[in-house]
């Protein structure tokens, strides 16, 4: 059973930065594709970003890209995404997904392991 907790979400004002951390524990983390995902207030849950197993690829959705930026730590089994730039539309429940391979996907279906989340609200 793999274990996913997300921390730093918090409150920022427009234009600043939060970075987000996702601890795995439980699993091999090293070969697991990684992705961020958010859930606007009222909306569903959209695609952010993902990375490849090794860490070299990765990929963003539209509005994030050029601010946001998805790492990971394998030694530390940990995932990151730093965002800067924040804008009020980034608010939302940030959670972190893993999958079983390691290469990028961006559905929701296509990620067997979530997290609980951590919320992120962005004032103007």
């Known amino acids: 059973q793999v274990r996913l907790v997300e921390v730093g979400g918090g409150l920022v004002q427009a234009g600043g930065s939060l970075r987000l951390s996702c601890t795995a524990s439980?699993?091999?983390?090293?070969?697991?594709?990684m992705g961020w995902f958010r859930r606007p207030p009222g909306k569903e849950l959209d695609f952010v970003a993902v990375i490849s197993a090794d860490g070299r690829v990765t990929k963003y959705t539209g509005s994030v890209k050029d601010r946001f930026i998805i790492s990971r730590d394998n030694a530390a089994n940990t995932l990151y995404l730093q965002m800067n730039g924040l804008k009020v539309e980034d608010t939302g429940r940030y959670y972190c997904?893993?999958?079983?391979?390691?290469?990028?996907?961006?559905?929701?279906?296509?990620?067997?392991?979530w997290g609980q989340g951590t919320q992120v609200t962005v004032s103007s």
């Open positions: 439980g699993r091999t983390f090293n070969n697991r594709a």
């Open positions: 997904a893993a999958r079983d391979i390691g290469n990028l996907a961006i559905g929701l279906e296509q990620y067997d392991d």
